[in-house]
């Protein structure tokens, strides 16, 4: 938001947030409908940031830049545009999807980062303007933990009462090739359950909690069968985790 405040100034232009759909080097991205809300809720008070979700509804499974530009052109025939981006993706330009032809649709602008020089060569060669701002670092483990103060109180805010992170949370309680499951199981609810017309939110959190208590300790498992479930105590050890998942999603997720 700073570096986007101070891009605004120097160029007298408004700065639009543009939410990637499906990043080509992310997996595993947050549900759109709480990254727009995070955004639209940390830019609400600034006249000249604008959250977008333009590229959310173009109609592809994974977004290129040079994709996204050509859309946009379409769209705001009359508007010039420029495309901010970091020191740490300037080091990385030639690489980016049709970069040649890129440079002549936007002009891009590049701010500096902490642990990055400016690349000249790559400065040069794509005609980008170095502005006079410094990003700060900001670590997105720390915002995803609740555990960084970088980020705007309504977010935070969201975050904690719409459970946005927890997938970070679940992912300590059980091993990777689990929590692979786990995810996948969470997209094909949420798949299943826009289909059929149910709130895929919901959907989703189930998926995401379904196999929360299968990695417990068995002692801990077992101490927690008599206490919670013991007429079911003479049931495969298997499918234990769906008596004490309830109760590891309710005290440990903060999951109702």
């Known amino acids: 938001i700073k570096v986007a405040l101070e891009a605004s100034k120097h160029k007298n232009a408004k700065v639009w947030f543009l939410l990637a759909k499906s990043p080509a080097w992310k997996n595993d991205v947050t549900l759109e409908e709480d990254r727009f809300a995070m955004l639209s809720l940390a830019l609400k008070k600034y006249d000249n940031l604008i959250p977008s979700d333009f590229e959310l509804k173009l109609n592809k499974s994974t977004t290129y830049t040079i994709e996204t530009v050509y859309e946009l052109k379409n769209a705001f025939p009359d508007i010039k545009f420029y495309y901010l981006i970091g020191a740490d993706q300037l080091d990385k330009l030639h690489m980016w999807k049709d970069i040649e032809e890129l440079k002549d649709l936007v002009s ?3 701010v500096n980062r902490d642990g990055y020089s400016i690349n000249e060569e790559n400065k040069e060669l794509f005609g980008v303007e170095v502005l006079d701002i410094h990003g700060k670092s900001t670590s997105s483990t720390k915002i995803r933990n609740n555990a960084s103060k970088d ?12 459970n946005v992170y927890l997938k970070e949370d679940v992912k300590k309680l059980m091993s990777e090739k689990r929590y692979i499951h786990t995810l996948n199981v969470a997209r094909l609810a949420k798949e299943i359950a826009e289909s059929i017309g149910y709130y895929y939110k919901k959907a989703y959190i189930a998926g995401l909690v379904h196999d929360c208590s299968k990695e417990l300790n068995k002692d801990e498992e077992l101490r927690l069968m008599n206490e919670l479930a013991s007429e ?25």
């Not at 980020?151 to 719409?162: A, S, T």
């Not at 050890?237 to 109702?256: F, G, R």
């Open 108 to 110: 891009f602008l590049c």
């Open 151 to 162: 980020i705007p109180k309504v977010v935070q805010n969201y975050i904690i009462k719409n």
């Open 232 to 256: 079911h105590l003479n049931e495969s050890k298997q499918i234990y985790h769906q008596y004490t998942a309830p109760y590891i999603a309710k005290t440990v997720l903060n999951i109702q």
